[in-house]
């Protein structure tokens, strides 16, 4: 799922800043008490569609669970916007410019595994480079089976409730760089701790 540039310019002097930093300390100080043994962990994420809550799969991508983790605890998601949206394939977010072009300021390495990419599943962007993750993730509106082993699959949409407000998202109206006519963007989002 390379991450697609276009030709416009959305950003806003808070997505700049967001752009050009290297966040790796400050997520990496926010999983200090993150312990997959002791606890399991979701992502809830409240967007303009409506809530997404996101199980994560830390036994076949670790490294991926934790980034996400830790992105989601310093706010890094809160406003973004959804920048690809590709009707009966993939919505994509992630991109603190808006456009496919921006990250966390580092990258992290491939996970790929077994489990396969269908509705709901929540799985990361990434260039022709296999290890150029960071920020930006996807989530499978159908059964995309030539995404399977080829980008990393790290979770999954919780519930009916979050699997349809994802649909909802894959339904919109978009220009020729699919992107939303009408923007879509997280709002909010949070990490829930259940001890096991």
Do not use: W
């Amino acid at each position: 799922m390379p991450c697609f540039r276009n030709n416009n310019s959305y950003t806003t002097e808070n997505e700049r800043r967001k752009m050009a930093a290297n966040r790796r300390a400050e997520v990496d100080e926010a999983l200090a008490d993150v312990d997959f043994d002791a606890n399991t962990y979701q992502i809830e994420f409240e967007t303009t569609a409506g809530k997404m809550l996101l199980d994560l799969y830390p036994d076949v991508a670790p490294g991926h669970a934790r980034n996400i983790i830790g992105l989601t605890k310093i706010g890094y998601y809160d406003g973004i916007i959804f920048h690809r949206v590709i009707k009966d394939f993939v919505i994509q977010v992630g991109c603190p410019n808006g456009t496919g072009t921006g990250g966390p300021g580092y990258t992290i390495d491939a996970e790929f595994n077994e489990v396969l990419h269908e509705a709901g599943v929540l799985s990361m962007a990434r260039t022709s480079d296999p290890n150029s993750a960071g920020s930006q993730f996807f989530i499978c509106m159908g059964r995309v089976p030539h995404l399977d082993r080829q980008y990393t699959v790290f979770g999954k949409t919780a519930n009916d409730e979050s699997l349809q407000n994802a649909l909802s998202v894959g339904n919109s109206a978009t220009d020729p760089n699919d992107r939303p006519v009408e923007e879509v963007k997280i709002t909010a989002s949070q990490v829930i701790v259940t001890p096991k």
